[in-house]
């Protein structure tokens, strides 16, 4: 190859990137965190296998997602839309759009506990601020298309990273231990609990509704052949790079909790994670993870809005202006807060919606981008439909697990 043109496959290279970064949004949401921390603090590095386990299942999850907008030129709701009749499809379309406001409700109330965190303000104060600030980035979309989107979302990205492994430098793990954790084990009931949590809630169904359409967008549909081959190849880089930063970003917290926060109280909950690394790393670090959270809200309700509105032009073939939609879905979110319910309740309980939704999306797309009629060569292998088949059922089988412990007594 001349040096011209490896340099242009270079820069093609780089012009594909960019959807998978703006879907590893959803594996660093506010979600995460507590959870990240409460393992690491609790457990030390035993469960360093349960976040780079989901995180593996993440990476072969969203590629699929992304191949099936590349090769259809349809995202992921569209294709179940067409082979839905009216009422099944108002009713997969009720469903989904549940679970990405559940997803909203989280990300908005994370942006406004990290305000609250950075400078006291109010909770519902602090709702507004993170509805505003994400219409913001939405009218980026919105005027300059999808490059915008994705150059905002990945500095946000950029900035959450910083802020949630700052604290690396300060705690100093223990490199054994860390590489000790990759084996799976479980100390007791309660990590057998936390280790499901993990493998359960990482993969986010409207990360999968969305990353066919942010790829579709993108690329467009590419007919079968050298360019197709080149587009899926280069995507697969971008899923793997995406979601190796939030692999990292998810490992980095639990790390810094084994390694500081071991025997700490109250890392249940983000105030009470952010005092804990106040206390045992410094304020610098504290105030590094507090924007690193604020960076996550913001972007996750961004992304958490864009998957709304391609479910409901998806499935209802439909379009809401993203302003219009965005204030109809940040209302929830600030009446919660205004009626003083428990920011990390919120939390937990829009994981259990999240657990409700994720096999409506997993078993579509497994069965679309197994099929030769749709997919052409490009369809699953039977070894790739076999290992998606078993992190569908492993992943639907521990949210359920997870929905069933909640609504217990």
């Known amino acids: 190859m001349t040096t011209t043109a490896a340099r242009r496959s270079r820069i093609a290279g780089l012009t594909a990137l960019g959807p998978a970064f703006v879907a590893a949004i959803a594996y660093v949401d506010p979600g995460n965190v507590a959870a990240n921390l409460t393992a690491g603090a609790k457990y030390g590095y035993s469960l360093v296998w349960a976040v780079v386990a989901a995180n593996g299942c993440a990476v072969l999850v969203q590629y699929l997602s992304a191949k099936l907008g590349i090769v259809t030129g349809k995202s992921l709701p569209e294709l179940i839309g067409i082979s839905l009749g009216p009422v099944p499809r108002v009713l997969f379309w009720l469903q989904a759009e549940i679970v990405a406001a559940a997803t909203d409700v989280a990300e908005v109330i994370g942006g406004a506990l990290a305000l609250q965190l950075l400078f006291g303000v109010p909770p519902v104060i602090g709702g507004l601020i993170t509805g505003v600030v ?39 793990p223990n490199p054994l231990s860390v590489l000790g954790g990759i084996v799976p084990r479980f100390q007791d009931s309660g990590a057998v609990l936390l280790s499901a949590s993990i493998l359960g809630a990482t993969v986010m169904p409207h990360a999968i509704y969305l990353h066919s359409a942010l790829s579709r967008d993108h690329h467009g549909r590419v007919e079968p052949g050298p360019a197709q081959d080149g587009v899926l190849r280069a995507t697969r880089w971008d899923v793997g790079l995406a979601l190796l930063v939030a692999g990292t970003v998810n490992v980095a917290m639990l790390v810094i909790a084994a390694a500081s926060l071991g025997g700490a109280h109250g890392t249940g909950t983000i105030t009470g994670a952010e005092h804990a690394l106040r206390v045992h790393l410094g304020a610098g670090v504290a105030v590094l993870f507090a924007i690193g959270l604020l960076a996550s809200g913001l972007a996750s309700t961004s992304v958490g809005s864009m998957a709304g509105a391609e479910i409901m032009h998806g499935l209802l073939r439909k379009r809401v202006p993203m302003i219009v939609r965005r204030a109809v879905t940040l209302a929830p979110a600030i009446v ?19 657990s409700f939704g994720i096999g409506f999306a997993l078993v579509p797309l497994v069965v679309y981008t197994s099929r030769a009629r749709l997919m052409g060569d490009a369809r699953n ?29």
Do not use: Y
């Open 134 to 172: 994400s219409m913001i980035v939405l009218t980026a979309q919105n005027r300059r298309g999808g490059r915008a989107i994705e150059g905002v979302i990945t500095g946000l990205l950029a900035v959450l990273t910083v802020g949630f492994c700052a604290g690396l430098f300060v705690a100093g």
């Open 336 to 354: 919660l807060l205004a009626i003083g319910t428990d920011p990390t309740a919120l939390l937990v309980n829009s994981q259990v919606v999240l």
């Open 381 to 409: 292998t039977r070894v790739t439909a076999t290992i998606a088949w078993v992190i569908a059922a492993v992943i639907i089988a521990l949210n359920v697990a997870l929905l069933v412990l909640a609504v217990s007594p």
